[in-house]
């Protein structure tokens, strides 16, 4: 596969090509998303309604809203036990390669970033893992460049089939691939399959991803419904906060993730909510005007619009904030995160694609939940055979 294009829109070889309905239809939802012309009055109506409409959804995330976040905060809860009840699902990240054939102006594994680059052996992917493990983690996160020629599909097969015999639950945060390559990685035993869109304005996409498969627009865009195809059981969804508007991104999120669930009911969908972060060689890498109560309204927002759907809060972000939306509306927790190459078994081998707020391990983040009345779940799922 080639590793550049001009047209963001241009498709390179070897990449699947599918339909861009749902495509077409978020974008014509995010250009015509017009946030200040919403109303206190239609705040109000939307969390008056038990199922709320892409519109009402659209009011959560106004301006108007900014005062109702109590409220909000309230509702959320309630929906939030509803379907989860007391249950926080833990796991924790372990990134087995750092080599990134992509130019992402935002990211430290960006190809033109200087890092010290590494790719785990199978071996040391084993170490790591069983180290994790020993914790008493049972879900994994694999992570990964992207670069197909240093962490191939088959090398990340690898990892999972590893990862099968301590973990009962493998997500992947790899590049994106076509439906076939999807399947044969679940059928090894991955579970749910993490893409961020980064942004939803072609612009803004074209502007901050310089070179590489990245820069294919609706590649990257339909990657979990290829995912899904392939026969995942789940799929992850967000937008990186701070890179263009992010009312604008939060709310393409959320129509993204609901066409898609309208037209897979089966999906176990879920949502990430990740602000950018300083990382090696640009410490001034920080969100624009998403400070933590914009965060917040869109975490709310997404739980009151799909109260089903997983959230997930990283170590992204600070301690407290982890601790004030756990529970709350966020279900799902990582805990002794790194973001370097390995280091769960003592150094890490790669430099980190960021540095992260949160450094608790599994033990204190265990007994946050517990002490907030709220009850640490491993595993949401176990291998009959």
Request: hydrophobic share 35%; with cysteine; aromatic share 10%.
């Amino acid at each position: 596969m080639k590793n550049c294009a001009t047209d963001i829109m241009q498709y390179l070889d070897g990449m699947q090509v599918t339909s861009h309905e749902i495509l077409d239809k978020v974008e014509n939802l995010y250009n015509n998303f017009d946030y200040n012309t919403f109303t206190k009055a239609d705040v109000k109506n939307a969390l008056s309604k038990d199922v709320l409409s892409i519109s009402d959804y659209a009011a959560l995330l106004s301006p108007a809203a900014d005062e109702f976040l109590e409220q909000m905060a309230i509702r959320a809860k309630q929906e939030t036990f509803k379907h989860f009840g007391n249950s926080v699902g833990l796991y924790t990240p372990l990134y087995i390669a750092n080599y990134c054939e992509n130019h992402c102006v935002y990211c430290g594994f960006n190809c033109m970033n200087k890092i010290h680059r590494a790719v785990l052996s199978e071996q040391e992917i084993d170490d790591e893992l069983k180290a994790i493990a020993n914790q008493g983690f049972k879900e994994i996160l694999l992570l990964t460049g992207e670069s197909r020629k240093k962490s191939s599909v088959e090398y990340i097969g690898k990892a999972i089939t590893i990862a099968k015999k301590y973990f009962a639950t493998i997500g992947i945060e790899i590049y994106p691939l076509n439906s076939d390559e999807y399947a044969y990685l679940n059928k090894l035993g991955a579970d749910y399959v993490s893409v961020y869109q980064e942004t939803y304005n072609r612009q803004k996409y074209a502007e901050q991803h310089l070179m590489g498969a990245k820069r294919v627009f609706p590649y990257r865009f339909n990657a979990q419904e290829r995912a899904l195809q392939g026969g995942m059981r789940g799929v992850c969804f967000g937008a990186l906060l701070g890179l263009d508007d992010w009312r604008k991104d939060a709310f393409a999120v959320g129509c993204h993730a609901y066409l898609l669930q309208k037209k897979y009911p089966h999906a176990e969908i879920s949502f990430s909510c990740p602000r950018m972060r300083p990382f090696i060689n640009n410490s001034e890498n920080n969100p624009k005007d998403v400070h933590e109560r914009q965060l917040l309204q869109v975490i709310l927002a997404y739980r009151i619009f799909m109260p089903f759907a997983s959230i997930n809060i990283s170590t992204r972000e600070q301690q407290s904030f982890r601790d004030g939306v756990v529970g709350m509306a966020c279900n799902k927790i990582s805990a002794g995160s790194k973001t370097g190459v390995g280091g769960h078994n003592g150094n890490e081998k790669g430099d980190e694609q960021f540095d992260i707020s949160d450094p608790r391990d599994l033990v204190q983040i265990n007994q946050m939940l517990e002490s907030k009345g709220l009850q640490p779940v491993y595993t949401d799922s176990q291998y009959l055979i």
